[in-house]
């Protein structure tokens, strides 16, 4: 099993997630492409810091808005995705080759993530820009999102991706953070979850109905209070089910 949590989430003097200590306990790095947060200096310190640990640093590609820290959807035409997906990728595997790594997976982030898992045209926006960059590259997504559908078509690489503390809607979908209860913040829950979904493949929906999920990689995120406290209890509760964790891809130092 991958465990994988966002990380450069800052910008300039803010920082937005614990990058160090969250390193010490992930297995792959999303790093922010500096769209919906994230700079130069940010990328650089933690593709730096990712490449000495031996972490699998991927792209966590979003629509333009820092405002809105890319959680809100953007109807933005298909062919400027492509682009926009693109120079993310290769901003961030330009830090990445930089401090000895690369970068060897893509993720979207939030508005994006989500509005692919049905949204037919702008997920063959993301995946002809990762098929156009490298075509070797995995890509996290939800199980059954049209994305990881298209991703596959296309001869990339798909990983199933669960969720440690978000909730589930019945159709395996995440519920939106504007709805109560879209976040989970009891820590034990949240480790509880994360054990059933690596050993029994499922997750209790919002509505007590079981939902398949079978991840390959499970997202810890470090944005939540008490992430990296969350993210430690994880690990070590996966360590403990009898559960080996490992980077779904290689890195560098492996390639």
């Given at each position: 099993?991958d465990l994988n949590?966002?990380?450069?989430?800052?910008?300039?003097?803010?920082?937005?997630?614990?990058?160090?200590?969250l390193?010490?306990?992930?297995t792959s790095?999303?790093?922010?492409?500096?769209?919906?947060a994230?700079?130069?200096?940010?990328?650089?310190?933690?593709?730096?810091?990712?490449?000495?640990?031996?972490?699998?640093?991927?792209?966590?590609?979003?629509?333009?808005?820092?405002?809105?820290?890319?959680?809100?959807?953007?109807?933005v035409?298909?062919?400027?995705?492509?682009?926009?997906?693109?120079?993310?990728?290769?901003?961030?595997?330009g830090?990445?080759?930089?401090?000895?790594?690369?970068?060897?997976?893509v993720?979207p982030?939030?508005?994006?993530?989500?509005?692919?898992?049905?949204?037919?045209?702008?997920?063959?926006?993301?995946?002809?820009?990762?098929?156009?960059?490298?075509?070797?590259?995995?890509?996290l997504?939800?199980?059954?999102?049209?994305?990881?559908?298209?991703?596959?078509?296309?001869?990339?690489?798909?990983?199933?991706?669960?969720?440690?503390d978000?909730?589930?809607?019945p159709?395996?979908?995440?519920?939106?953070?504007?709805?109560?209860?879209?976040?989970?913040?009891?820590?034990?829950?949240?480790?509880?979850?994360?054990?059933?979904?690596?050993?029994?493949?499922?997750?209790?929906?919002?509505?007590?109905?079981?939902?398949?999920v079978e991840?390959?990689?499970v997202?810890?995120?470090g944005?939540?209070?008490?992430?990296?406290?969350?993210?430690?209890?994880?690990?070590?509760?996966?360590?403990?089910?009898?559960?080996?964790?490992?980077?779904?891809?290689?890195?560098?130092?492996?390639?």
């Amino acid at each position: 099993m991958d465990l994988n949590s966002d990380l450069g989430e800052g910008f300039g003097i803010w920082p937005l997630t614990h990058d160090d200590a969250l390193l010490d306990i992930v297995t792959s790095a999303n790093v922010a492409c500096g769209f919906h947060a994230g700079d130069p200096s940010v990328l650089r310190k933690v593709t730096t810091r990712a490449a000495e640990r031996g972490i699998a640093v991927g792209a966590q590609v979003a629509y333009r808005d820092l405002p809105g820290f890319g959680r809100r959807f953007i109807d933005v035409d298909p062919a400027e995705l492509v682009n926009d997906v693109i120079y993310q990728i290769a901003a961030l595997d330009g830090f990445a080759r930089v401090a000895g790594t690369r970068v060897s997976y893509v993720k979207p982030h939030g508005a994006l993530y989500n509005a692919i898992v049905q949204h037919a045209e702008q997920a063959a926006a993301v995946v002809e820009a990762v098929r156009t960059y490298d075509a070797s590259l995995p890509v996290l997504g939800l199980p059954g999102s049209e994305w990881l559908r298209q991703a596959e078509a296309a001869g990339l690489r798909p990983i199933r991706e669960a969720f440690a503390d978000r909730a589930y809607t019945p159709e395996g979908t995440l519920v939106s953070r504007r709805q109560p209860g879209s976040v989970i913040h009891d820590a034990d829950e949240v480790v509880r979850r994360v054990v059933r979904m690596a050993t029994e493949g499922t997750v209790t929906a919002i509505d007590g109905s079981v939902v398949q999920v079978e991840p390959e990689s499970v997202c810890v995120h470090g944005d939540t209070p008490g992430a990296v406290e969350i993210a430690r209890g994880v690990r070590e509760a996966l360590v403990a089910a009898g559960v080996s964790l490992s980077p779904f891809t290689s890195t560098a130092e492996d390639a």
